[in-house]
Protein backbone atom coordinates (compact mmCIF):
# COMPACT_ATOMS: atom_id res chain seq x y z
CA UNK A 1 0.00 0.00 0.00
CA UNK A 2 1.37 3.58 -0.84
CA UNK A 3 0.52 6.63 1.63
CA UNK A 4 0.75 9.89 1.22
CA UNK A 5 4.24 11.94 1.87
CA UNK A 6 3.34 15.86 3.23
CA UNK A 7 5.44 18.30 4.20
CA UNK A 8 4.71 19.90 7.99
CA UNK A 9 1.73 21.74 6.51
CA UNK A 10 0.07 18.82 5.42
CA UNK A 11 0.84 19.38 1.55
CA UNK A 12 0.57 16.53 -0.32
CA UNK A 13 4.61 16.38 -1.81
CA UNK A 14 4.94 12.48 -3.20
CA UNK A 15 3.92 9.11 -2.75
CA UNK A 16 5.92 5.74 -1.77
CA UNK A 17 5.01 2.37 -0.29
CA UNK A 18 4.31 2.51 3.60
CA UNK A 19 7.18 -0.05 4.87
CA UNK A 20 9.60 1.96 2.69
CA UNK A 21 7.99 5.26 4.36
CA UNK A 22 8.42 3.38 7.91
CA UNK A 23 12.17 2.70 7.49
CA UNK A 24 12.79 6.29 6.25
CA UNK A 25 11.04 7.49 8.91
CA UNK A 26 9.58 10.30 6.31
CA UNK A 27 6.13 12.54 6.94
CA UNK A 28 3.50 11.43 5.70
CA UNK A 29 -0.63 11.91 6.26
CA UNK A 30 -2.32 9.57 8.83
CA UNK A 31 -5.63 9.76 10.66
CA UNK A 32 -6.82 8.48 14.41
CA UNK A 33 -10.19 7.74 15.21
CA UNK A 34 -11.61 8.42 18.72
CA UNK A 35 -15.10 6.86 19.43
CA UNK A 36 -17.46 7.55 22.43
CA UNK A 37 -20.34 5.95 24.00
CA UNK A 38 -23.38 7.93 25.60
CA UNK A 39 -21.71 7.38 28.58
CA UNK A 40 -18.71 9.54 27.69
CA UNK A 41 -16.79 6.19 27.51
CA UNK A 42 -14.07 5.92 25.15
CA UNK A 43 -13.69 2.86 22.66
CA UNK A 44 -10.03 1.24 22.80
CA UNK A 45 -8.83 -1.86 20.76
CA UNK A 46 -5.83 -4.40 21.56
CA UNK A 47 -4.01 -4.46 18.09
CA UNK A 48 -4.19 -7.82 16.54
CA UNK A 49 -1.07 -10.29 17.83
CA UNK A 50 0.46 -10.04 13.55
CA UNK A 51 0.44 -6.50 13.52
CA UNK A 52 3.85 -5.08 11.79
CA UNK A 53 4.75 -2.56 15.05
CA UNK A 54 2.63 -2.32 18.39
CA UNK A 55 1.21 -5.56 18.30
CA UNK A 56 -0.66 -6.81 21.01
CA UNK A 57 -0.44 -2.60 22.44
CA UNK A 58 -3.54 -0.94 23.27
CA UNK A 59 -4.77 2.29 21.35
CA UNK A 60 -8.03 4.26 20.22
CA UNK A 61 -10.61 3.04 18.29
CA UNK A 62 -9.04 3.05 14.76
CA UNK A 63 -5.71 4.39 12.86
CA UNK A 64 -4.70 4.28 9.51
CA UNK A 65 -3.52 6.08 6.63
CA UNK A 66 -6.04 7.77 3.26
CA UNK A 67 -4.53 5.79 0.60
CA UNK A 68 -3.16 8.51 -2.92
CA UNK A 69 -6.24 10.41 -4.00
CA UNK A 70 -8.13 9.27 -1.35
CA UNK A 71 -9.99 12.36 1.07
CA UNK A 72 -9.14 11.82 4.49
CA UNK A 73 -12.29 12.09 6.44
CA UNK A 74 -14.08 9.38 3.62
CA UNK A 75 -10.77 7.08 4.36
CA UNK A 76 -11.53 7.09 7.87
CA UNK A 77 -15.06 5.86 7.79
CA UNK A 78 -13.97 3.47 5.43
CA UNK A 79 -11.08 2.17 8.10
CA UNK A 80 -13.36 2.44 10.57
CA UNK A 81 -16.06 0.02 9.14
CA UNK A 82 -12.90 -2.36 7.59
CA UNK A 83 -11.90 -2.49 11.67
CA UNK A 84 -13.97 -2.11 13.66
CA UNK A 85 -17.31 -3.48 11.90
CA UNK A 86 -19.40 -0.20 12.20
CA UNK A 87 -19.89 2.86 10.92
CA UNK A 88 -21.11 6.40 12.40
CA UNK A 89 -20.80 10.20 11.47
CA UNK A 90 -17.16 11.74 11.95
CA UNK A 91 -16.04 15.01 12.70
CA UNK A 92 -12.22 16.88 12.51
CA UNK A 93 -11.27 17.71 15.89
CA UNK A 94 -7.15 18.27 15.70
CA UNK A 95 -4.28 17.49 13.44
CA UNK A 96 -0.83 16.57 15.19
CA UNK A 97 2.62 15.62 13.68
CA UNK A 98 4.61 13.30 15.90
CA UNK A 99 7.66 11.05 15.72
CA UNK A 100 8.07 7.62 17.39
CA UNK A 101 10.96 4.68 16.55
CA UNK A 102 9.80 1.23 17.42
CA UNK A 103 12.18 -1.40 18.44
CA UNK A 104 11.86 -3.49 14.56
CA UNK A 105 14.17 -0.07 12.80
CA UNK A 106 10.40 1.16 11.77
CA UNK A 107 9.05 4.65 12.94
CA UNK A 108 6.13 6.41 12.63
CA UNK A 109 6.58 10.24 11.83
CA UNK A 110 3.04 11.49 10.65
CA UNK A 111 0.99 14.36 10.24
CA UNK A 112 -2.10 13.00 12.14
CA UNK A 113 -5.95 14.11 11.15
CA UNK A 114 -7.89 13.43 14.72
CA UNK A 115 -11.40 12.71 14.34
CA UNK A 116 -13.85 11.77 17.03
CA UNK A 117 -17.77 9.97 16.72
CA UNK A 118 -20.30 8.56 18.82
CA UNK A 119 -21.58 5.13 18.54
CA UNK A 120 -22.84 2.72 20.84
CA UNK A 121 -24.02 -0.59 18.73
CA UNK A 122 -22.87 -3.59 18.15
CA UNK A 123 -18.78 -3.59 17.51
CA UNK A 124 -17.84 -6.68 15.13
CA UNK A 125 -13.91 -6.07 14.80
CA UNK A 126 -11.32 -7.81 12.05
CA UNK A 127 -9.22 -10.47 13.87
CA UNK A 128 -6.47 -9.07 11.20
CA UNK A 129 -6.14 -5.81 13.25
CA UNK A 130 -8.30 -6.11 16.76
CA UNK A 131 -7.30 -8.58 19.43
CA UNK A 132 -9.71 -7.06 21.87
CA UNK A 133 -11.81 -4.12 22.59
CA UNK A 134 -13.46 -2.42 25.61
CA UNK A 135 -14.81 1.37 26.41
CA UNK A 136 -13.58 2.81 29.21
CA UNK A 137 -13.38 6.31 31.09
CA UNK A 138 -10.87 8.64 30.32
CA UNK A 139 -10.14 9.05 34.26
CA UNK A 140 -9.87 5.10 34.12
CA UNK A 141 -7.65 5.44 30.07
CA UNK A 142 -5.47 8.43 32.05
CA UNK A 143 -4.39 6.29 35.14
CA UNK A 144 -3.56 2.95 33.21
CA UNK A 145 -1.62 5.23 30.64
CA UNK A 146 0.59 6.71 34.20
CA UNK A 147 1.02 3.66 35.90
CA UNK A 148 1.22 1.27 32.61
CA UNK A 149 2.23 3.39 29.78
CA UNK A 150 3.99 0.00 27.59
CA UNK A 151 0.86 -1.31 27.32
CA UNK A 152 -0.23 1.36 24.87
CA UNK A 153 1.02 2.39 21.40
CA UNK A 154 3.38 5.63 21.35
CA UNK A 155 1.27 7.43 19.09
CA UNK A 156 -2.24 7.16 21.62
CA UNK A 157 0.43 8.17 24.28
CA UNK A 158 0.77 11.33 22.05
CA UNK A 159 -2.55 12.05 21.16
CA UNK A 160 -4.55 10.87 24.70
CA UNK A 161 -3.69 14.23 26.31
CA UNK A 162 -4.55 16.01 23.08
CA UNK A 163 -8.18 14.77 22.73
CA UNK A 164 -8.53 15.19 26.72
CA UNK A 165 -7.65 19.15 26.31
CA UNK A 166 -10.10 18.98 23.16
CA UNK A 167 -12.67 16.95 25.55
CA UNK A 168 -12.60 20.39 27.96
CA UNK A 169 -13.32 22.68 24.99
CA UNK A 170 -15.89 20.66 23.45
CA UNK A 171 -18.77 18.24 23.66
CA UNK A 172 -18.09 14.86 22.43
Same mark, same amino acid.
Given at each position: ?? !?????? @????????? &? =??????????? /?????????????????????? $? @?? /?????? /????????????????????????????????????? #? &?? %??????????? *??????? #???????? %??? !?? *? $?? +??? !???? &?????? @??? &? #???????? +??? =??? #???????
Amino acid at each position: ME !VILVDE @HDVPIGTME &K =MEVHQKALLHR /AFSIFIFNDKGEMLLHKRADKK $Y @HS /AGLWTN /ACCSHPKPGEETLAAAQIRLQEEMGFSTELRKAFDFV #Y &KA %PFDNGLTEHEF *DHVFIGT #YDGDIVPN %PEE !VS *D $YC +FKT !VEEI &KSSVQS @HPQ &K #YTEWFKIA +FPK =MEA #YLETEAI
